[in-house]
T-cell receptor, first 114, second 112 residues
Framework: DSGVTQTPKHLITATGQRVTLRCSPRSGDLSVYWYQQSLDQGLQFLIQYYNGEERAKGNILERFSAQQFPDLHSELNLSSLELGDSALYFC?????????????FGPGTRLTVT | GENVEQHPSTLSVQEGDSAVIKCTYSDSASNYFPWYKQELGKRPQLIIDIRSNVGEKKDQRIAVTLNKTAKHFSLHITETQPEDSAVYFCAAGGGGADGLTFGKGTHLIIQP
């Protein structure tokens, strides 16, 4: 158990819908990273927040957005969902900002878009 | 941006033998190289990492080596056991991108 929690575990929704994925980092960690894992694209970095502020963006679509709240939990919002958005979404937490430090992954949310 | 290549995509070894997985990276500014183990349907689990100021790091049966000049790093698992069967990912970080850039993964199969 990494200490990072994610909800829900599974999510099934229809094309065009909007969903919110939630992540709570390990106690004391200020950074939250979001990753998407799919069979064709592998593990891809989406976005990072540090202590409530957006710090870095990766391959995140404009239909996706995220935020980090004062209690440091983070939410990833996915809208206008397409079949190709079906994937495992992981968050990872780290005590520091910048990708030169250990990142600990949560259990993931499996999103299925039908 | 950073690009990480990982080989082989599948590796089958006899229980007790050693396994080696290799990765190359493109961004010479990358300075952090973690390895993750992912079992089916589970989260990636950090198993070992190395920074660019170190050439080798060992933790019991696993070791990682880094050649900064050639921009490649490798994971070595000795005395493999059935529970080592999983997908292993290498990654690079600390360069231009602020997230980790992952390789495509190696499916390690331990034959009894």
């Amino acid at each position: 158990d990494s200490g990072v929690t994610q909800t829900p575990k599974h999510l099934i929704t229809a094309t065009g819908q909007r969903v919110t994925l939630r992540c709570s980092p390990r106690s004391g960690d200020l950074s939250v990273y979001w990753y998407q894992q799919s069979l064709d694209q592998g593990l891809q970095f989406l976005i990072q927040y540090y202590n409530g502020e957006e710090r870095a963006k990766g391959n995140i679509l404009e239909r996706f957005s995220a935020q980090q709240f004062p209690d440091l939990h983070s939410e990833l919002n996915l809208s206008s969902l397409e079949l190709g958005d079906s994937a495992l979404y992981f968050c990872a937490s780290s005590p520091h900002t910048g990708a030169s430090y250990e990142q600990y992954f949560g259990p993931g949310t499996r999103l299925t878009v039908t | 941006g950073e690009n990480v290549e990982q080989h082989p995509s599948t590796l089958s070894v006899q229980e007790g033998d050693s396994a080696v997985i290799k990765c190359t990276y493109s961004d010479s500014a990358s300075n952090y190289f973690p390895w993750y183990k992912q079992e089916l349907g589970k989260r990636p689990q950090l198993i070992i990492d190395i920074r660019s100021n170190v050439g080798e790091k060992k933790d019991q049966r696993i070791a990682v080596t880094l050649n900064k000049t050639a921009k490649h790093f490798s994971l070595h698992i000795t005395e493999t056991q059935p529970e080592d069967s999983a997908v292993y990912f290498c990654a690079a970080g600390g360069g231009g991108a602020d997230g980790l850039t992952f390789g495509k993964g190696t499916h390690l199969i331990i034959q009894p």
